[in-house]
């Protein structure tokens, strides 16, 4: 699999095209911002119709991520859920296809804005939780060092030959970590936006996701 190394506050972490942090040494996969059943929180809520293939789509990529790392622990990073109503409403293939991943390892699911409570899946439910170093939540919060985070699904925006590009991507520097969304039909943040560039040192790298399974580019933040 073609990840792209980071060395994080004591932590050798693989940073991969899917988005998912994988952190070999203690056997965690991470990933954030699933955003399962957005399709039919659209279609409920707004009546817009959007193809309902989303979910699915992201636990392909989930599932291709956990055959690649065999990992023996799960962190949803949160807004594993559009909403709490699309966790109870989750499709039954859905639901298989997921408890199939979480079978035999541990899975944490931690809280986010769109998923506030406990789902019926099995798992734990946490608000946060340390791992060693690092620290796992959705919102990045205060000065914290080793703070793992999802929540604002960053994008860096490049101008290239005369195109102007975006790409998600990880945001880092020396004591934050904040990842990009996991979901098919997730939008983004750009990382000059000050609510994400006051939150990272001036130092601070973007690890460009290109797509198509390529291994993340590291540059600058653009700001």
């Known amino acids: 699999m073609n990840g792209h190394p980071i060395s994080f506050c004591g932590a050798a972490l693989i940073a991969l095209p899917s988005g998912g942090l994988h952190w070999p040494e203690t056997g965690v996969l991470c990933v954030s911002d699933l955003h399962l059943g957005k399709s039919d929180r659209i279609a409920r809520r707004e ?3 959007l193809p309902p293939y989303d979910t699915l789509d992201t636990l392909d990529r989930l599932s291709e991520d956990i055959a690649a790392t065999r990992p023996t622990q799960v ?25 199939a991943m979480m079978a035999g390892r541990t899975w944490i699911w931690i809280e ?21 170093p690092l620290m796992f939540r959705h919102i ?4 914290s060092t080793g703070e793992v985070s999802g929540h604002y ?29 996991y979901g ?17 040192s ?16 590291a540059v600058p933040m653009p700001r």
């Open 75 to 99: 962190i949803c990073l949160g807004d594993s859920f559009d909403d709490l109503a699309a966790a109870r409403d989750l499709a039954t293939a859905a639901r298989a296809r997921l408890q």
């Open 184 to 200: 098919t039909y997730t939008g983004g943040l750009f990382c000059d936006r000050p609510e994400l560039s006051s939150l990272m």
């Open 153 to 181: 699904h960053p994008k860096a925006r490049l101008n290239a030959r005369g195109r102007r590009l975006s790409y998600p991507c990880f945001l880092v520097d020396d004591r934050r970590l904040i990842m990009p969304a």
């Open 112 to 132: 986010g804005n769109h998923d506030p409570g406990p789902v019926d899946l099995g798992g734990t439910h946490r608000g946060e939780v340390r791992l060693g």
């Open 47 to 49: 009546g817009r119709m």
């Open 202 to 217: 001036d130092a601070a790298q973007a690890l460009l996701l290109p797509g198509r399974g390529r291994a993340p580019v």
């Open 140 to 143: 990045a919060a205060g000065a």
